[in-house]
């Protein structure tokens, strides 16, 4: 082994880590891997950026855009549905039915996009048939692999394993080359789903994924019927006068206020600028003892005021200015006050950002590296600070500092816990007081002993003193949390308001959605769409409390509440697939005729020599938009960049496989393992090594690397390449085995209500039939053939 094979080997193992670790994301490991290879020598830089220029990388962005074509002139709707028609309400042939059509669209469109369209169109034929949607969403996802089988323009490994070839020198695939193999393989595989294989789905509704998506039911699949009562703000109340906001109604406990009844007259979704009367009734939705526990504080006594004590904890609790460092695990979180006592042992006042100055809610702020966050804590815990890897710096703040910069306005009060409040025997961190309103607790008086910064897991008892430091507002907003009355059940009037003019739609994220990483409250859906957020599913759980600290990932489902209207101009949006029933804009069917006219044409010149692939997919992109089938907005929209870049830079990893012999070198590796067995097993050695590297490596990057190898172990046995290089495309595109194999599997993972486990009790099985049928046809139709003279 020389050093160039072991440095690119070690490359190769180092971005095998990286995609399986998800450290970086997929398309950045690969544009690392090409600057390395040029940094290295390894590859020269013309060499390292042919392949955004290679035609396969065309051809697959182009397919995109063919493919949106489409789905945005109908084209795929109209042949879902005729074909929809004749399955009538069996399961068996549902899933037949289903498994084909996406078959066949995904012959000839993006297989993701294939699932992403079918997915609401399959979710509303299990409402209808009172199917669960679990039984059929998991064939829908298979389907469309398998029909990416059938042609050369059917999943991005086909095209790149035919580039390969050209580039080899060696003669390539056409369009319809895979279809004998690919065809065999659909049905199989179908007809094995449909039998057997839907034995080992979800037979019981598990949660929501499995049960019938409507407007009626979806507050009790997420557990919100029982979760919604009224609060009434008295006449006399502190509240009155006050904006929503400042009531802390909502983001002290949770709570969302769906609608405010004032004397008859109804408001959805009431902004935070909304100005409570005496009288007000709001319907909100969260957990009631949450509220209970926090309004439990009202009980407690304010004795009075302690400069005096203030000046004494000042001098035995500093305060620092800590800046978020550029790797901290801080970044894109939010501030819990108890995990900062917990964690460091300090109080987080304030929040700097450059000018912008945040004291109030300072929880529901995502950090960013560079934030100074303005820290209070004694004089060890500061110490320790320095030391942490999460700051780049701890500064010392002055009273200056403090007053003309931070204007720190809080004061320091002593509060009595009487001896039979419910609040003794809890913690702090229970009672979820720091996190609602921002107040710090300094010590505790407990028998003539004074205990500084106590940790979040002290116990309080009834008598004991507080030392807490806040703004004096906030304690009236916190008695005006205990002044409402709470109406268990709802009025008719306000009930009935809420069915007529709000609804639900339950969502997930679309697969190419720039929201999947992001935290909730940086999408923030009340002040974006119009509404709000109610639940989340995700791997067999709801989760309905701290929403705002949650980060989307694909799978998820949404619930959403709002307005009618806004709910349907919600549905239209790209980065989310709805799953209930909602009125969209239809297609544009009088371009339909005209998009199909466009796909066979680019199929027929193809065909019949007359372009390359690459170049027809590209006219035939520019005429779908010259003709209006979609805009150049929707094309630059509907090409995965993801997939574009994560290719293109892996393309030089091949080359500098094949350049250095470190190609060689494996496929030796392999010969001398199964080589004396003979060529086919050494094509069934390489079909079940794909197979199970889809577990962990992106589809397209691992055939880039696996089709260097292919071709020295095909020259190596004299035999010509194209056989083993169509089981490699195959066994990289069948990518049943788990979720995270394929964007498709992930897709219906959420709506489906699956979890790991059922992708590998289906997976497998599925993966091993395709298996045994690859190599049965594939002796038949591509024989293996000796390198000719």
Known sequence: MTYEIALVLGILGVSL????????????????????????????????????????????????????????????????AQVMRVAGNREVMLIVVIMLTAGGLSAFMNNIGVAALMLPVVVDIARRTDIPASRLLMPLAYGSLLGGLTTLVGTPPNLLIAGALTDAGEDSFGMFDFAPVGIGALVVGTLFIALVGRLFLPKEARNVGEKVRSQRNLRQQYGLQERTFTLKIPYNSILAGKSLAAARIGSAVGLIVVALDR?????????????????????????????????????????????????????RVQLVEATI??????????????????????NVLAIRRGELIRRVGINKVPLRAGDQLLLQGGEDAIANLDRSPEFSSVEPVDEETLTDIYRMQESV???????????????????????????????????????????????????????????????????????????????????????????????TLAPQSDFAGKLISEINFREKYGLELMAVWRSGETIRSELN????????????????????????????????????SP???????????IMLAVVGVVL?????????????????????????????????????FLIAGMLPLGVAMADTGAAAWVAGEVMNLLGDLGPWPVVAGLYVLTAIATMIVPTAALVVLMS????????????????????????????????????ANILVMGPGGYRFVDYIKIGVPLTLIIFVTVMFLLPIFWPIAPIGP
């Open 17 to 80: 880590i990286l995609f399986v670790t998800e450290v970086l994301r997929m398309d950045v490991v690969a544009l690392l891997v090409l600057s390395t290879l040029v940094v290295t020598g390894l590859v020269d830089p013309d060499s390292a950026l042919q392949g955004f220029s290679n035609p396969a990388v065309i051809t697959v962005w182009a397919m995109f855009i063919l493919s949106d074509g489409l789905t945005r002139t109908g084209i795929a709707d109209i042949l879902g």
């Open 263 to 315: 004397r008859g007259r109804f408001e959805a979704l009431p902004s935070a600028k909304t100005i409570l009367q005496g009288g007000d009734k709001l319907l909100v939705q969260g957990r009631l003892d949450r509220f209970e526990e926090l309004r439990r504080w009202g009980e407690v006594i304010i004795e009075r005021e302690a400069p005096l004590l203030q000046s004494l904890v000042s001098e």
């Open 608 to 644: 019949a020599g007359l372009l390359p692939i690459a170049i027809a997919a590209i006219i035939g992109a520019v005429i779908m938009v010259i003709t209006g089938c979609l805009t150049m907005e929707h094309a630059y929209r509907a090409i995965d960049w993801r997939a574009v």
């Open 549 to 584: 600290q949650l980060t989307l990932e694909f799978g998820d489902a949404l619930v959403l509440l709002g307005p009618r209207a806004k709910i349907q101009v919600f549905s239209e949006e790209p980065d989310f697939i709805t799953m209930t029933p909602a009125p969209k």
């Open 413 to 507: 009060f002593v509060i009595r816990i009487p001896r039979d409040s419910q609040l003794g025997g809890k913690s702090l961190a229970e009672t979820r007081l720091g996190e609602a309103f921002d107040f710090r607790l300094l010590a505790t008086f407990r028998e003539n002993s004074l205990a500084l910064m106590p940790e979040p897991d002290e116990i309080l008892l009834g008598g004991d003193l507080l030392l807490l430091q806040g703004r004096p507002e906030d304690f009236d907003e916190l008695r005006g949390l205990q002044e409402l009355d709470i109406e268990s059940t709802v009025s008719a009037q306000l009930s009935n308001y809420e069915s007529d003019r709000l609804a639900m739609l339950e969502v």
């Open 708 to 743: 260097p190898i292919v071709l020295s172990a095909s020259a190596e046995m004299g035999i010509e390449p194209q056989t083993a290089m169509m089981a490699v495309a195959i066994a990289a595109s069948a990518s049943f085995t788990s979720p995270i194999s394929h964007p």
């Open 325 to 346: 460092a550029p790797d901290s695990a801080y970044i894109k979180t939010l501030v819990n006050h108890t995990d900062s006592r917990r964690d460091f042992g300090v």
């Open 587 to 597: 297609p544009d069917m009088k371009r339909a005729p005209l998009a199909g006219i």
